[in-house]
């Protein structure tokens, strides 16, 4: 039997919904606006949530990230009286099951749940990932969901994509998936499309012969022959000029390839990864990327999730990057305090993702100097009124509809509450198992007594391993 909540303001859909749940021999509960629904979800362990998208307090599509990353990590089906391909796109790309229109038909309930229960019962049963991820930190659902696909992609050779904004980890995927492969003793070819002189793209791919142009004073080989029995990472592949594409297409279906200026054709054994920031499909109308080998790229595609859809991975990061640059500048493991901890998961939208966190969190380290702990008095200056100004909400919007699409999420204290006991719980189980759960030495680190750090672990249920 599975917990059903149907999150819709229209109280007839509702009833409806719960009642073929319950026909069907499951609970079945309802909220009538985003905020109600995401108490429940937060407070319960539901299987499976139904979510309209207009709602009086929001649209539902932009809360998707969030009921994904609950601790039940349910799956979402969208029903809509607006349907749309636009809103349909973003539903199953932000992770939704299924995208259902109203009217809403009995079947086209029963179908989805049924398929969705089905899909969460094999998830279930799934022996857990052992990857070698050292780089790859944090264990939020959008994150989990990645790491899902990056082992089905280092399980076999076809040709990987993987999208996502700058900053967000594109090249630690590709180098898992190879060190996670049966390729992990070739060799990890990577090749920055962006940075490749466009005289020299072919030659640098496909190596050249002594005397094929200008300053070819010697044979070369080539990154593709380099990666052979190995990966070959295409990185920012969007930036690969049109008039290698076609040539690259055919190397990729066939494996064989000829050196500029070679009269005989040569063969490498290599396996592909790809990424891209662009939006490729966009390029391919365009004519900017060719369609046949965007075809071909996306035999699997993993789209990793922005810092912002991941506030639960914030705790961990900050925790693993603090240890990194507190060990480069030798000042010993430095706590962060609770208000520092609160600014990192919710005073700032991370536009550079990763990369930008893992820059912050360096330059606390070095302005902290011999602190003891970590305060947002540590914080770029820049970054502490940015925060400051965060705070205290955004600026309204002009007419209703608009005020109800900029704030879908309920109350920011609310969602600040959420944000800051996930970063809270993550930093405690990191505490403690870098402290090898040495009570003495994770007080020492966290700047708590005893009795503050056994009631924190309670009310977290940390409990040591074993």
């Known amino acids: ?46 299987d499976i949530v139904f979510q309209d998208v207009r709602l009086p307090d929001g649209n539902g599509l932009r809360v998707i990230p969030e009921i994904a990353a609950s601790p039940a990590a349910p799956e979402i089906i969208i029903i809509t009286g607006e349907g749309d391909a636009d809103g349909a796109e973003l539903a199953i790309r932000s992770g939704a099951w299924a995208y259902i229109e109203k009217p809403l038909q009995v079947d086209a309930i029963k179908l989805p749940l049924s398929r969705a229960l089905q899909y969460r019962e094999e998830k279930k049963k799934q022996k857990p990932l052992l ?4 780089k790859i930190i944090g264990d939020s659902q959008p994150l989990n969901d990645c790491l899902n696909l990056m082992a089905q992609a280092a399980n076999s050779d076809a040709p990987t994509l993987i999208t996502g904004e700058t900053g967000t980890g594109k090249d630690l995927f590709a180098q898992a998936i190879h060190e996670n492969s049966r390729r992990c003793d070739g060799n990890f070819v990577v090749v920055d499309c962006a940075a490749l002189p466009a005289n020299l793209v072919e030659s640098t791919l496909f190596g050249h012969m002594k005397g094929a142009f200008t300053g070819a ?3 070369t080989t080539g990154l593709v022959k380099i990666a052979d029995r ?5 990185d920012e592949i969007g930036e690969l000029p049109l008039a290698v594409q076609g040539a690259f297409l055919r190397v990729l279906e066939e494996h064989r390839f000829r050196p500029v200026g070679g009269s005989r054709e040569m063969q490498s054994d290599f396996r592909l ?15 900017k990327f060719r369609q046949d080998l965007l075809f071909r790229l996306q035999a699997i595609t993993i789209r990793l ?22 060990d480069r500048y030798k000042t010993g493991a430095k706590p962060f305090s609770l208000e520092l901890l609160e600014i990192l998961a919710t005073g700032h939208d991370w536009p550079g993702n990763v990369r930008e966190f893992a820059h912050v969190i360096e330059n606390i380290i070095t302005t902290a100097g011999a602190a003891p702990v970590l305060y947002p008095e540590h914080l770029p200056i820049a970054f502490r009124v940015q925060a400051a100004r965060h705070s205290v909400g955004q600026p309204k919007a002009s007419g209703q509809d608009e005020a109800k699409e900029n704030f879908p999420l309920g109350s920011l204290n609310d969602f600040r509450t959420r944000a800051m006991l996930e970063a809270e719980g993550h930093y405690l189980q ?20 005893r009795p503050r750090l056994y009631a924190l672990l309670q009310q977290h249920k940390i409990v040591r391993p074993g």
């Not at 190995?230 to 295409?234: A, D, I, N, Q, V």
């Not at 506030?311 to 640059?325: C, E, H, N, Q, V």
């Not at 870098?434 to 007594?449: Q, Y």
């Open 1 to 46: 039997m599975a917990k059903i909540l149907v999150v819709d303001d229209d109280e007839m859909i509702c009833t409806l919904v719960a009642r073929i749940a319950k026909k069907m021999g499951h609970e079945a509960e309802y909220a009538l606006t985003i905020r109600e629904g995401l108490a429940k979800i937060h407070a319960g362990s539901f």
């Open 131 to 134: 990857l070698k991820r050292e």
């Open 217 to 219: 004073d010697k044979e």
């Open 230 to 234: 190995g990966t070959l990472f295409l």
């Open 273 to 287: 990864v790809a990424a891209t920031n662009r939006d490729l499909p966009q390029m391919a109308k365009e004519g």
């Open 305 to 326: 999730p922005p810092l912002r859809e991941r506030p639960g991975d914030i705790g961990p990061l900050a925790f693993f990057f603090m240890t990194r640059f507190c």
């Open 430 to 449: 990191n505490l403690m198992a870098h402290s090898r759960w040495d009570i003495k030495e994770a007080c020492r680190l966290a700047g708590l007594s």
